[in-house]
């Protein structure tokens, strides 16, 4: 209201900036910009996936994925999407103690889903599943990209020194002497090298055998047969699976560790005791991270694991 | 200017609930979103087992459908958009149009053209 004598503002009336506190501006400008981020990796493993020949992309279960991992991952991060968001209520209506209770037990959450994670992703490694590792692009009558000799018999000669690594110390291997894999070892290197008679197998029959099938009991026979003996598998586009898996979920792991920090800042001030109910918007802030963390997870889920 | 939600005042909690919550979503409602979180993952992951290969395209449908339908909620409730929608759309839904434009955009030439035939 305009006084007579002066100019009067009366502040409420007058807004300028922003209609959200300032902190939490910056808060949803920074999401946005990792939204566009997750974007770019998510659009290009869909652009990449969608460019393959149909049924070409390999399934979970010939990369060694386990379905209900993934999901119990996802009830954690939702888990802990609620607990973050019940600690925020808490410290808004002045319980402190509470709420730093359900922050403790939101990093719980946090560090349970970086063990599972660290779990799938040493069982990847175990069975050379990485990006570059993977035996791909062995046969020579597929037009569809160049086709390089000698990258083929370089896998070739992997798998034999491999095999050969096993012959020599089969123990190293946890294979006993006599035992099947032994003698499944055995057999294929001697393929590998050819004998007298027969001429070596060419690496695409390495891959062949090396295969994991899509026929879910065909893999049950080929993890009998090879399955101890963890040689670098062929995987058609295996490579290129790899790459857009370690991206996707380390990018995202890596987001989860920033919020880890986050709750440990958090739990360090509370321990203090200098955590105020007037830092609750530090704990909305915190959560509007974690909650990003786990809608980006939601949509990682059923991309990577399921569909 | 000064911001009621950094005022060092007793009141400040009071001050941070009441400028951007006239309204405030309770504890029930933030439990009945989690239980409506944990029955879509659990229905997510029965559609991925149970689906027979044929309906392969609607195991998509229905699971790409309740990813977008749990993050909303996610974004919703648990991100108080419910109530700092209208603060906040400028930003939100201009990158919404945008991310999946990036994706189409890039379409002909990342999956069209393998149809075309091999590489030279």
């Known amino acids: 209201m305009l006084m007579a004598a002066g100019v009067h503002f009366e ?5 300028r900036g922003a209609l959200v506190p300032t902190a939490k501006l910056a ?6 910009t990792e939204i566009m981020f997750f974007t770019g990796l998510i659009g290009t493993h869909t652009l990449l996936r969608m460019g393959t020949p149909a049924g ?11 379905e209900w991992m993934g999901a119990v991952n996802t009830f954690v991060l939702i888990a802990s999407s609620f607990t973050i968001v019940l600690a925020h209520s808490a410290i808004a209506r002045g ?22 994670k660290a779990v799938e992703y040493t069982a990847k490694f175990q069975h050379h599943i990485m990006p570059g590792r993977i035996g791909d692009n062995l046969d020579p009558r597929d037009g569809r990209a160049p086709y390089d000799p000698n990258y083929a018999l370089a896998y070739r000669d992997e798998v034999q020194h491999q095999l050969e690594d ?36 060419s690496p695409l029959e390495v891959g062949l055998r090396l295969h994991p099938a899509e026929d879910e009991k065909k893999f049950e026979e ?22 857009t898996y370690f991206t996707m979920t380390g990018f995202h792991a890596a987001h989860v560790i920033g919020g880890l920090v986050l709750f440990v800042i958090i739990l360090l001030k509370g321990a203090r005791g200098n955590l105020l109910p007037r830092h609750a918007m530090m704990l909305e802030l915190t959560g509007l991270y974690w909650h990003f963390v786990d809608v980006v997870w939601i949509f990682l889920f059923p991309i990577l694991y399921l569909i | 200017m000064s911001d009621p939600v950094h005022t060092d005042d007793a009141h400040g909690a009071h ?80 990158v919404m149009i945008l991310a999946p434009l990036i994706v189409i955009v890039l379409w002909p030439d990342i999956v069209l053209a393998w149809r075309l035939g091999p590489m030279p």
Request: net charge positive; proline share 5%.
């Open chain 1, 166 to 201: 096993i012959v020599k110390n089969p123990a190293k291997h946890g294979i006993s002497e006599g035992s099947e894999d032994f003698k499944t070892a055995q057999s294929f290197l001697d393929d590998i090298k050819g004998t007298a008679d027969k001429p070596p197998i």
């Open chain 1, 27 to 32: 808060m949803w400008l920074f999401m946005v």
């Open chain 2, 15 to 94: 001050a941070v609930h009441a400028e951007h919550h006239d309204a405030h979503i309770s504890d029930k409602t933030f439990l009945r979103v989690f239980g409506f979180l944990l029955f879509f993952t659990a229905a997510t992951f029965a559609a991925n087992q149970f689906l027979p290969e044929k309906l392969k395209w609607l195991a998509f449908l229905i699971i790409g459908g309740i990813a977008i339908f749990k993050a909303t909620l996610v974004v919703v409730y648990f991100m108080h958009l419910v109530l700092d929608y209208k603060k906040l759309f400028l930003f939100i839904v201009p």
């Open chain 1, 11 to 15: 502040q409420k009336y007058l807004q």
């Open chain 1, 222 to 243: 080929y993890e009998k047969k090879y399955g101890n003996l963890h040689l670098t598998p062929y995987i058609p586009y295996g490579n290129l699976w790899a790459s």
């Open chain 1, 95 to 116: 319980d402190t103690k509470r709420c730093l209770l359900l922050v403790g037990i939101t990093l719980f959450g946090g560090v349970l889903f970086l063990g599972i």
């Open chain 1, 56 to 66: 070409d992309w390999p399934k979970p279960h010939q990369v060694h994925l386990k």
